[in-house]
């Protein structure tokens, strides 16, 4: 079992940029692969940043790709979504989620591969 805790959001500029942590509970992390997805008011919940549980394999939304980078730290059981050049379209509230890896063939990009979320973290972009 795995609990996270998501943080870093807040209101920032357009163009400006954002840190969000997750942190996560149990001796596991290390075994999990994590993503980041996000819903906006009025929206449906959608990918935007997965990572394997080993690290070494990441995934972004077309949308973010080249603006937001996600890492790990397993020693730290932590793993962050540094978000740069925000815009207004990335106004919603950021979930951490994470499911046990080693599982082949697994779509990071689907919600329902995670069994695992955080509580979200708001993040707010003003024009």
């Known amino acids: 079992q795995v609990q996270l805790v998501e943080s870093g959001g807040g209101l920032v500029q357009a163009g400006g940029s954002l840190r969000l942590s997750c942190s996560a509970s149990?001796?596991?992390?290390?075994?999990?692969?994590m993503g980041w997805f996000r819903q906006a008011p009025g929206k449906e919940r959608e990918f935007v940043a997965a990572i394997s549980w080993s690290g070494v394999n990441t995934y972004y939304a077309d949308s973010v790709k080249g603006r937001f980078t996600i890492s790990r730290d397993n020693a730290k059981n932590t793993v962050s979504l540094q978000m740069n050049s925000l815009k207004p379209d990335d106004t919603a509230v950021y979930y951490c989620?994470?499911?046990?890896?080693?599982?082949?063939?697994?779509?990071?990009?689907?919600?329902?591969?995670?069994?695992?979320w955080g509580q979200g973290t708001q993040v707010t972009v003003s024009s």
């Open positions: 149990g001796r596991t992390f290390s075994n999990y692969d």
């Open positions: 989620a994470g499911t046990p890896g080693y599982v082949r063939g697994r779509n990071y990009y689907r919600s329902d591969e995670y069994d695992y």
